[in-house]
């Protein structure tokens, strides 16, 4: 099991950073924190991290650019399988295209909703919480329509790691394609996806 939190701890910069440290058991002592490394941790604040129920994605928030400290926002950072280290980081676009800063990330168990906190126009002026989904792309030629097409564009890449293609059991996949992303798909079978503006 894995512990996942910001500190000053020696051997990171003088910000805040995310660490992580593990056990083998719930009656074992916590192993010594591990440093993130430059990949997740940058010059800028790091704090809040939260780990997915499959260990496969890393949200935290940070002042890294093109943010700053009154702009920190979420990103997240993905990995093939939980041996693996960290991809690069993606700062998530707010959903209602409203400045404001985002904390205190926090992802459902079955990885389809992010929870956070905001200080958002049009909330009570304070911070408040806030939930927004968190949806597979199933229309992978972006033709308007989950059909047959996209059925074959994952069997093209089956056992590959394609990012495309790998749309479950969580939305940002799990490493390979196989019938996990093809039962996604077929959930979504023949609706209409609205072009993205």
């Not at 009656?27 to 490394?37: K, N, Q, T, Y």
């Not at 960290?86 to 909703?113: A, F, H, N, Q």
């Not at 597979?136 to 074959?152: A, Q, R, T």
Request: charged share 20%; glycine share 10%; with cysteine.
């Amino acid at each position: 099991m894995s512990l996942y939190f910001s500190s000053r701890l020696p051997g990171g910069a003088d910000n805040g950073e995310i660490w992580v440290t593990t056990r083998p058991t719930v009656s074992d002592p916590w192993g010594e924190p591990i440093f993130l490394g430059p990949n997740i941790n940058s010059s800028a604040w790091e704090q809040d991290p939260a780990i997915s129920a499959d260990g496969l994605a890393l949200f935290f928030c940070s002042t890294r650019p093109p943010g700053d400290w009154y702009d920190e926002g979420i990103w997240v950072a993905a990995r093939a399988t939980v041996s693996d280290p960290w991809g690069e980081p993606v700062r998530l676009v707010s959903p209602v295209g409203i400045e404001g800063r985002e904390e205190s990330p926090v992802i459902s168990t079955d990885g389809m909703v992010l929870y956070f906190d905001s200080n958002w126009p049009g909330g009570s002026g304070h911070w408040d919480i806030w939930q927004v989904s968190i949806e597979p792309v199933v229309d992978l030629n972006s033709d308007g329509i989950v059909d047959s097409e996209d059925m074959c564009i994952i069997v093209d890449h089956w056992g590959t790691d394609e990012p495309l293609c790998d749309i479950g059991p969580m939305p940002w996949g799990d490493g390979i394609v196989d019938v996990q992303d093809l039962i996604v798909l077929a959930e979504h079978l023949f609706e209409e996806v609205p072009p993205v503006e």
